[in-house]
């Protein structure tokens, strides 16, 4: 079984903070993911990664940044976070070599900014 | 209009009955589709995945694909109260660097 986890289910900061969400799989997938999920607008992509230390700016980059340097973890940073980056944040990965290339979720961390 | 377009619901079903969940894309080049199941505050759990035409069945449920229409759906036969959930739709495009996008969901709710 495909098993990713996230370091906190929930998290409460304050604005200015700089915030650190973990992500790490076992399946040694190539494909990671960061989504953040909020009503009404559905799962946005962030960031991804196809590689060890390369990423891609997904939908919505602006105000965070992310890191991979090793293949089993992805790491999104908040620089300074703010009240509108409350929300259900989302980590994926996916194998490259599947006819599908189907992501896998973990658990989700749900971040709340005071 | 959205890439990944589903009707947000409720869609309300008695115990027993089918559930029929739509989906449309807008990428006419998409090749794989896949539905996942949220429970509320859970996160997204892959039930099906599908690139090609027609039906692909797996217990319960079924997807159908039909790409000249662009559109996904998903079938859950003899519905039961823990299918309640939301159900999006996510398809993977081949442009744009393969990214999978995903619908808003549609939430089902089963009676008992």
């Known amino acids: 079984d495909v098993k990713v986890t996230q370091s906190s289910r929930y998290l409460v900061k304050r604005t200015g903070e700089k915030v650190f969400l973990e992500c790490v799989q076992d399946?040694?997938?190539?494909?990671m993911f960061w989504y953040r999920q909020d009503p009404g607008l559905g799962l946005r992509l962030i960031y991804f990664?196809?590689?060890?230390?390369?990423?891609e700016k997904g939908d919505i980059p602006e105000g965070y940044s992310v890191s991979r340097e090793k293949k089993e973890r992805f790491s999104l940073i908040l620089e300074s976070a703010s009240t509108n980056q409350t929300s259900m944040y989302l980590c994926a990965s996916s194998f490259s070599g599947s006819s599908y290339n189907e992501q896998f979720f973990g658990p989700g961390t749900r971040l709340t900014v005071l | 209009q959205k890439e990944v377009e589903q009707n947000s619901g409720p869609l309300s079903v008695p115990e027993g009955a089918i559930a029929s969940l739509n989906c449309t894309y807008s990428?006419?080049?998409?090749?794989?589709f896949f539905w996942y199941r949220q429970y509320s505050g859970k996160s997204p759990e892959l039930i099906m995945s599908?690139?090609?035409?027609g039906d692909k069945e797996d217990g319960r449920f079924t997807a159908q694909l039909n790409k000249a229409s662009q559109y996904v759906s998903l079938l859950i036969r003899d519905s039961q109260p823990s299918d309640s959930a939301t159900y999006l739709c996510?398809?993977?495009?081949?442009?744009?660097?393969?990214?999978?996008?995903f619908g808003a969901g549609t939430r089902l709710f089963v009676k008992a």
């Open positions: 399946m040694d997938h190539e494909n």
């Open positions: 996510a398809v993977r495009r081949n442009t744009g660097g393969f990214k999978t996008i």
């Open positions: 599908i690139y090609s035409n």
């Open positions: 990428d006419r080049v998409s090749q794989s």
């Open positions: 990664s196809y590689d060890v230390k390369m990423k």
